[in-house]
Every structure is written in structure tokens, then in C-alpha cells.
């Protein structure tokens, strides 16, 4: 497993760049390793040096949260594809649900060698789309009349927190538009999102 970030083929006359800068969300093994919490590159290490199992993560959240687990799953499916292998996802709570704190979300079945290395970075793509799913829904109850405008685009840092946050108001807003029928987020600022 090779141990520093991916480099990509750079311009003519421009030297290659790593893509630890995190311009896109990790893919690449490398990119994974450079991104993951250290100890639990060295759980995998340890699991395929002296055996592997099959584990089960509860993946859980220490405050409520509404679920907006998409992104992270289609992350983690995309990287049990690439890595060969298969992870069993039990999803506890669905899409736009109340999850209290503590709760498993959603529980992730496979071979601890595969699944080590991924929790920081699982954890980075469910947590913040939930706590904003939780935080526009919050704010779509107590404005119930009130039509939003998602304008998070200018604030986020980059384009992968823009996705995950237009999806996460999107989550929050139409929980809101079911419970205490709320207008919502009506639309947002970019096209790239615009279909959230």
C-alpha cells in the first residue's frame, strides 16, 4: 500500500502537486492513507499482518442529528468497489429520520482490513451532513412560512462541502415541508447543486 498522497501528471512546465491538498475527496488508496487518522492505518497493518476478521461498525453520532447519509454511502460503496471487496451497510435510520444521540445511523459489515482505514474519512463525509440536515431543518420548523434560499456556496470550503451541505439543507428542508408542512429551501445559488 503505497504510503504518501497520489501525484497526478502536472501541466507542461508546472511540477506535480500532491493531492493532499484534498481537492476532491479521497479515492485513492493513497489519498485514503493520507487522509486517515494514523492509528488506524496501523490498525489495518496490524489486522493484515496477524489475520483478518470480519467487523462491524456502529457508526453513531454524539448529539441528534437528522439522517443524510447518502454521500457517505455512495463513498463507501464507490471504495468497496475499487478495493474489491463488499461491505454490508444496514441503514438504522432512513434518509430525513431523527436520529438520537448516541444511536447507531447505520451499521458497516466487511473485512476489518478494508474497513480500518476508512472511519475518519466515513466519519468526515456522514457528520457534517447531518448536523446541517439537522440545523436547516430547525430552521425550516421555526420559520415555517418562510421560503429559504440555500446561499452556502460562498461559505464552504470548496466544492465538496458545497455538495454536502446543498444535499444536507435539501434533507433538513424537506423533513420540515413533512412535519410542520414548512415552505423550506426553495432553491439554492449554484447550478452543480441545484438538483438538491
Known amino acids: 500500500m503505497p504510503e504518501g498522497p497520489s501525484r497526478r501528471t502536472a501541466p507542461e512546465g508546472e511540477s506535480p502537486r ?3 491538498r484534498m481537492d476532491r475527496w479521497p479515492m485513492e488508496e493513497a489519498d485514503i492513507a493520507a487522509w486517515t487518522d494514523v492509528y488506524f492505518k496501523k490498525t489495518r497493518k496490524a489486522v493484515e499482518r496477524f489475520g483478518d476478521i470480519e467487523a462491524t461498525y456502529a457508526v453513531f453520532m454524539r448529539r441528534p442529528v437528522i439522517s443524510a447519509p447518502r454521500l457517505a454511502i455512495e463513498w463507501l460503496r464507490q471504495i468497496a468497489r475499487n478495493r474489491d471487496t463488499s461491505f454490508e451497510i444496514d441503514l438504522r435510520y432512513a434518509e430525513g429520520k431523527w436520529v438520537g444521540a448516541g444511536e447507531p445511523l447505520l451499521y458497516v459489515t466487511g473485512r476489518l482490513s478494508h474497513l480500518a482505514d476508512l472511519e475518519t474519512l466515513l466519519l468526515q463525509k456522514l457528520g457534517p451532513t447531518c448536523l446541517a440536515a439537522y440545523n436547516a431543518y430547525s430552521m425550516c420548523a421555526e420559520l415555517p412560512k418562510t421560503a429559504f434560499l440555500a446561499m452556502d456556496a460562498r ?7 458545497a455538495e454536502a451541505m446543498a444535499y444536507a439543507a435539501s434533507v433538513g428542508s424537506e423533513r420540515a415541508r413533512r412535519k410542520v408542512a414548512a415552505v ?3 432553491g439554492n445559488a449554484t447550478d452543480a447543486t441545484a438538483h438538491y
Open 18 to 20: 500532491a493531492t493532499a
Open 155 to 161: 461559505h464552504c470550503a470548496g466544492a465538496e462541502m
Open 184 to 186: 423550506g429551501f426553495i
